[in-house]
């Protein structure tokens, strides 16, 4: 074998074509990568409407003894998360930005890298370019949303759980929960494994959390979080990718866009509640099947945000690691492409003000949906056997198709 120029697969046979669409990939996923670091960091000097802002005001709100809950643009982080913004309110609100950014970039680089170790068909720079570049991690860098921090965590409890080291995964997968609450249903794959340590650890670790927050911020704190909850973002927004978004600008409209079928909220409802019984069974179907922790990892956190009432595409890096461990087959990269390309394509700091036709608001105006929908396809098409030899298997059954 020629380095760089010919690559074996495990029959003998060699392809120059495949090592360079692999270098070409590579380096165009390193390219928008950085491009879209460099713009989250210039993006941090600029005073903007952010999220960030609201978390940050809230940490301030905290010091100063005021409602850490305001009544505009809600907080919907439990109390303990809003007590871990107070050390960057000792900085201005632009620098703490910076740093927010820095912090979620590197633990975007942590998390790639430790997922490499067990996925090592793809290079930890490809994976972290990727979170970052794609709608996910860029809408993190623009808002300065969590999900980045939070990748982190949840590729920690991931990778534990596939080491089988049950009390590690229980604690850090408590931290991810009590963080965001729509991941509870890794407590429910456990009780099915019966996975006790595991389950009885997380729900520990919640606990604890719930009692720092209560400590630091008065039990008060918790009710009043459950009420801001009603102040939240409507379902309808364009960075909305749950199943709930989707039926929720097919059946009432919003703002930018009028319902192509206008339909009660009973309706509504019924189809909402259909599909999340749809996406349960083909969950329960595939791990009754195929009991790989990748597999269930991926279909749980992706089936996850599709079920959530606000499933924001900004935590789709949550499911990183176990997604890509979990491809593997012609199909499965075909779809995970497809939805990568679309995710690179349609940005969200335009689509969050962009009018459109009903039938516009179902197709654009639900392209997160659709993509979220195409990586969950993705992950359940993967099959075990090449898992793990993705891009170069891939890309082999398209040369030998195409001859």
Not at 205 to 211: K, P, S
Not at 249 to 271: D, I, K
Request: proline fraction near 6%; aromatic fraction near 12%.
């Amino acid at each position: 074998m020629v380095k760089g120029v010919v690559v074996f697969d495990r029959d003998g046979a060699g392809s120059p074509t495949r090592s360079r669409v692999r270098g070409f990939v590579y380096a165009l996923a390193v390219l928008v990568g950085v491009l879209a670091v460099l713009s989250g960091l210039v993006l941090t000097r600029f005073d903007r409407r952010t999220d960030f802002r609201i978390f940050y005001r809230s940490a301030l709100a905290w010091r100063s003894h005021q409602p850490i809950y305001p009544e505009t643009r809600p907080n919907l982080n439990l109390p303990a998360v809003v007590v871990a913004y107070v050390p960057l309110t000792y900085v201005s609100e632009r620098n703490a930005l910076g740093l927010f950014t820095l912090a979620g970039i590197a633990c975007v680089i942590a998390a790639s890298r430790r997922t490499s170790r067990v996925v090592p068909a793809v290079p930890w720079f490809v994976v972290a370019s990727l979170v970052l570049a794609l709608e996910g991690g860029w809408t993190n860098l623009w808002l300065g949303q969590e999900g980045l921090a939070v990748m982190l965590l949840t590729t920690i409890a991931w990778l534990a759980d596939r080491d089988r080291r049950d009390v590690a995964a229980g604690a850090w997968t408590g931290a991810a929960i009590y963080a965001k609450p729509f991941l509870a249903g890794l407590l429910i794959y456990w009780a099915w494994r019966r996975q006790w340590r595991s389950l009885g650890t997380a729900v520990l670790a919640m606990v604890a959390l719930v009692l720092v927050g209560a400590a630091f911020t008065g039990p008060t704190s918790y009710l009043q979080w459950w009420r801001s909850l009603g102040l939240g973002p409507a379902p309808y927004s364009p960075l909305n990718a749950s199943l709930l978004g989707l039926w929720s600008r097919l059946f009432f409209g919003s703002e930018f866009a009028p319902p192509l079928l206008r339909q009660p909220p009973r309706v509504l409802l019924t189809v909402w509640a259909l599909s999340i019984i749809v996406l349960l069974i083909a969950i329960y179907k595939r791990l009754a099947t195929d009991r790989r922790p990748d597999l269930a990892w991926a279909l749980i956190m992706l089936g996850s945000l599709l079920v959530s009432p606000l499933g924001w595409i900004y935590y789709l890096p949550l499911a990183a690691g176990p997604l890509v461990a979990s491809l593997g087959g012609l199909g499965s990269w075909i779809c995970f492409w497809i939805s990568a390309y679309i995710l690179l394509l349609f940005r969200s700091n335009f689509m969050v003000n962009l009018h459109m036709s009903a039938a516009a608001a179902v197709s654009v105006g639900s392209i997160y949906a659709w993509a979220l929908l195409l990586m969950f396809v993705a992950a359940w098409a993967g099959k075990p056997e090449v898992a793990n030899q993705p891009l170069e298997r891939a890309i082999g059954r398209f040369e030998r198709i195409r001859s």
